[in-house]
């Protein structure tokens, strides 16, 4: 075995910077902490690296400032400094360009002479409903899917970050297991990539998690509790089966995953399910907790009105999460308490419930001081004061356009991005199809616009998913 201290000397100077543990120390040490936890199942050679990083206190990093997607899995590599390029994963349009769905790459380098300008495209060939995805733990990777064709496509973003190259896709994701549809998120695990299913080959809501080597190989199918097969979960009677996000906290060796509605809805036209009673019904109205190594579930949590995003407080001992409700328009709390028990309550109102904003995406500041809220159906960006997660607060709203769904913050919390589409049969119509993305920065007191592109001038199509790269990240 390699002691600690080995592994120690063999870290080059110029990366060990020994300071007060700041809340960029703090991500670095509880990504480490994540990494030796998994690890201790690994090779002792990878226990005993993690184990002297974490004894010698040290942070990794080139720059002081720290830069990322606060919503990323704790397993990531991360980026120093600010992120350098935006990847925009893009639904094509029939009529726009060439009508595929692609991977916009967007230059964000301060000074830069092409910033806030498209730099790169890279198609996939036809349109696939492009949707979500994510990077793998090393971020060499950026995998993306297709909620209709349920292809998944890994693009290789190391060789060149700002010119992502398609290497692999994944076109037997439903047979090889075993009847999931509508590969959604791609979540980075230690050498794996967890997706979550929206549906199932009936094309009803019932879904599981699937997980993948990073190298794109199958390796197993966790599928969600139902009423009929609660597999030993507290209050499972009450399961649904659905499933939309997915997200860890290894520290506390739980998993919470959210809920939305199967592929008959998803492929609809908005206004035909909206005013169909019976689809109505079709929708998810629970979350579970797992037990992330054993992959079973703990507990099942009723939330009515589809939560959505899963976003995991930061804080050594902030336990919580939080998630918004598309149909009752309110923030959620996924807490435990002081004897370990685990709750979820409804903590808040998101603009007037009445009018249907849709709530969709969510952002947690590095902190977890801030939660920003974004509404599809009145183009809001809402942001609270979550200091107290128990009673946000309101304090800042800004109308982003007509329509509004992604959100993307840096991990510094000074830079935000926006994206319009949701779905292909959900967006707006008319001039209320504004399809872009805007980049902002935030003070703490207000938006400021930085810059934006109008993909549907550029040729581009409808922008959704965003990822963030930088060429520094693999400069070792």
């Not at 019904?281 to 797992?290: A, D, E, H, R, S």
């Not at 899963?310 to 598309?326: E, I, L, P, Q």
């Not at 807490?335 to 709530?359: R, T």
Request: hydrophobic share 35%; net charge negative.
């Amino acid at each position: 075995m390699v002691s600690p201290r080995k592994c120690l000397e063999a870290i080059p100077a110029r990366l060990m910077i020994k300071r007060p543990l700041t809340p960029e120390g703090f991500r670095w040490r509880h990504y480490m902490k994540a990494r030796l936890h998994h690890s201790r199942n690994k090779s002792p050679l990878h226990a005993a690296a993690a184990a002297a990083i974490l004894s010698a206190g040290f942070l990794f990093s080139a720059a002081p400032a720290w830069a990322d997607e606060t919503c990323q899995s704790p397993y990531m590599a991360k980026i120093t400094g600010e992120e350098e390029y935006v990847y925009v994963w893009t639904l094509g349009m029939e009529g726009v360009g060439d009508g595929s769905d692609k991977i916009v790459t967007v230059d964000v380098r301060s000074g830069s002479p092409t910033f806030g300008k498209v730099v790169d495209v890279d198609s996939v060939g036809g349109r696939h409903e492009a949707h979500h995805g994510g990077l793998t733990d090393d971020r060499r990777h950026y995998w993306v899917s297709g909620l209709d064709s349920n292809k998944i496509f890994i693009f290789d973003i190391v060789t060149d970050p700002s010119n992502p190259k398609l290497v692999k896709t994944i076109g037997d994701f439903v047979a090889k297991s075993g009847g999931v549809v509508g590969p959604h998120g791609a979540y980075a695990l230690p050498g794996r990539m967890l997706i979550s299913g929206l549906s199932n080959s009936k094309k009803t809501g019932q879904t599981a998690l699937v997980e993948y080597t990073n190298d794109g190989d199958y390796i197993a199918t966790h599928w969600m509790p139902t009423a009929s097969n609660p597999m030993g979960a507290i209050n499972g009677e009450k399961a649904d089966g659905y499933g939309y996000d997915a997200r860890v906290l290894p520290r506390r060796n739980v998993m919470l995953s959210s809920s939305f509605t199967g592929w008959e809805n998803y492929m609809r036209p908005l206004g035909e399910v909206v005013n169909d009673p019976e689809a109505m019904k079709k929708f998810g109205g629970t979350m579970v907790l797992w037990d992330f190594h054993a992959r079973k579930p703990r507990q099942v949590f009723e939330v009515p009105g589809v939560p959505l995003e899963v976003r995991w407080a930061w804080g050594v001992d902030h336990n919580y999460a939080f998630t918004s409700t598309a149909l009752t328009s309110e923030i959620w709390l996924i807490y435990e308490d002081e004897n370990q028990k685990w709750h979820a309550k409804s903590v808040g109102k998101i603009g007037d419930p009445e009018k249907l904003p849709l709530p969709v995406d969510i952002s947690l500041s590095a902190d977890d001081s801030t939660l920003f809220v974004d509404s599809f159906m009145d183009g809001m960006t809402r942001i609270y004061d979550v200091t107290d997660p128990h009673a946000p607060k309101l304090i800042y709203e800004k109308k982003i356009g007509s329509q509004v769904n992604m959100v993307s913050q840096s991990w510094d919390g000074k830079r935000l991005y926006y994206t319009s589409s949701l779905l292909a049969n959900w967006d707006k119509a008319g001039e209320d199809n504004e399809q872009f993305l805007k980049a902002y920065t935030w003070d703490g007191k207000e938006l400021a616009p930085r810059f934006e592109i109008d993909f549907l001038e550029a040729g581009l199509g409808r922008p959704h998913l965003m990822r963030f790269g930088s060429s520094a990240l693999y400069n070792y």
